[in-house]
Every structure is written in structure tokens, then in C-alpha cells.
């Protein structure tokens, strides 16, 4: 089964700029996974970012946006603000399902 | 604005079946994949399943022996079943809808689901 690796953890200062990326087992990271990301803050439900490499919904603040990077998918929030510190999640397709990577702890300090 | 409900049992004993419902609404049931998730307390978030509103499925594959995903359509409602649970299948269940075109954008509230002796 594929396995979705993220960076444990990331910190950054406010009103800087952070990559978060998510890589695939199976090689590089293409279109064809459909990259998902989403925003987790304790007890809360996720909620969803960008879907689809690099579309964002509607809801989606305009500081966050995906890529593909260096062979894999890639979350930049430019601009962060004190409530981006959350957990954020990668989701890839793989093989007719779909795949969680580990997450990352984001902290804003 | 599109909501999803969704509701089961939330104390189980080993061995049981885990049953959880979801209701879609506010939102085009027919066009989209419907999901169910999981997360363990303190850990990350695990895919189990996918639905097609014409009822085909897809599993996660470490999970594939014991669940079963449904729908109805009348009732814009699809369900969770999970036999023969455990501990380790303790864990707040959220369900979701979409797919690879529109994204997994709306989501349920999430059940925990305790299994203990």
C-alpha cells in the first residue's frame, strides 16, 4: 500500500512564507494523484483547502495555494497569519484509493 | 450551503459492528462520491471507503475484510458498517463527500466511537 510522508513539523514567524509538501512511496507525484489539503485545529473537523493539486474552494483565504514541487505535492502559505498554527493533512489517489499522509504541526512563533 | 449529518452508536464491546449514518444535505446527492473516514485519538486521519451513487465502492485495502459502505439514495443517506471491531478501531469517524474532480470539501461533524470491554 502507498504510503504519504509530510515533515512532522514546520515553524514559522508571522507573515512569513512556508512550503508544506507530501511525497508518494510510489515515485513522483503527479496530476494524476490529485492532491488534497486540509486544515485540522484541535477538536475540530478537517477542512478542506485544495483539491485536486492545485484548485482551491471557495472558502479557501487567497494565502494558501498548491503546487507540485520537485516531485511532490506542495502546500505554500504566503503571508501567515496566528490562526494558520494548525495540523494540516496531504491526501493523494493512488491505485483506486485514496491515501492520508502523517500530517504536519504547523506553529506560527 | 451543503451539510452533512451524520449519527451511530458511539460505545461498542469488542466484536460488535460499528454502524454509522450520514445524511447530505442542501447539496446535490446524485453527482458526487461519498467518503468515510477515521481518526484515532491523537493520531491522523485514515481513508476507509468511497461510495458511487450507483453503489460502487472502493476500500481501503487494510480495512476491505470487515466494511461495508452503502447508500440510499432516496434519502440522500449513505452508511458505515464495520464488523468484529476492536480497540484499535477506536476513533472519531467522519464522513465526507466527493472525489478526485471536486475534492473532499464537506464534511461531517464527526462521531467518536469508543470500543471497550
Known amino acids: 500500500q502507498t504510503v504519504v510522508t509530510q515533515e512532522p513539523s514546520l515553524t514559522v514567524s508571522p507573515g512569513g512564507t512556508v512550503t508544506l509538501t507530501c511525497a508518494s512511496s510510489?515515485?513522483?507525484?503527479?496530476?494524476?494523484?490529485?492532491a488534497n489539503w486540509f486544515q485540522q485545529k484541535p477538536g475540530q473537523a478537517p477542512g478542506a483547502l485544495i483539491y485536486?493539486?492545485?484548485n482551491k474552494h471557495s472558502w479557501t483565504p487567497a494565502r494558501f495555494s498548491g503546487s507540485l514541487l520537485g516531485g511532490k505535492a506542495a502546500l505554500t502559505l504566503s503571508g501567515v497569519q496566528p490562526e494558520d498554527e494548525a495540523e494540516y493533512y496531504c491526501?493523494?489517489?493512488?491505485?483506486?484509493?485514496?491515501?492520508f499522509g502523517g500530517g504536519t504541526t504547523l506553529t506560527v512563533l | 450551503q451543503v451539510q452533512l449529518q451524520q449519527w451511530g452508536a458511539g460505545l461498542l464491546k469488542p466484536s460488535e459492528t460499528l454502524s454509522l449514518t450520514c445524511a447530505v444535505y442542501?447539496?446535490?446527492?446524485?453527482?458526487?462520491?461519498c467518503n468515510w473516514i477515521r481518526q484515532p485519538p491523537g493520531k491522523g486521519l485514515e481513508w476507509i471507503g468511497d461510495?458511487?451513487?450507483?453503489?460502487?465502492?472502493n476500500y481501503n485495502p487494510s480495512l476491505r475484510s470487515r466494511v461495508t459502505i452503502s447508500v440510499d439514495t432516496s434519502k440522500n443517506q449513505f452508511s458505515l458498517k464495520l464488523s468484529s471491531v476492536t480497540a484499535a478501531d477506536t476513533a472519531v469517524y467522519y464522513c465526507?463527500?466527493?472525489?478526485?474532480?471536486?475534492?473532499?470539501?464537506?464534511w461531517g461533524q464527526g462521531t467518536l466511537v469508543t470500543v471497550s470491554s
Open positions: 465526507a463527500r466527493g472525489d478526485v474532480i471536486t475534492g473532499m470539501g464537506y
Open positions: 442542501n447539496g446535490s446527492f446524485s453527482a458526487y462520491y
Open positions: 461510495i458511487s451513487q450507483s453503489g460502487t465502492t
Open positions: 510510489t515515485g513522483a507525484v503527479t496530476s494524476g494523484y490529485y
Open positions: 485536486s493539486t492545485s
Open positions: 491526501l493523494l489517489y493512488s491505485g483506486g484509493a485514496w491515501v
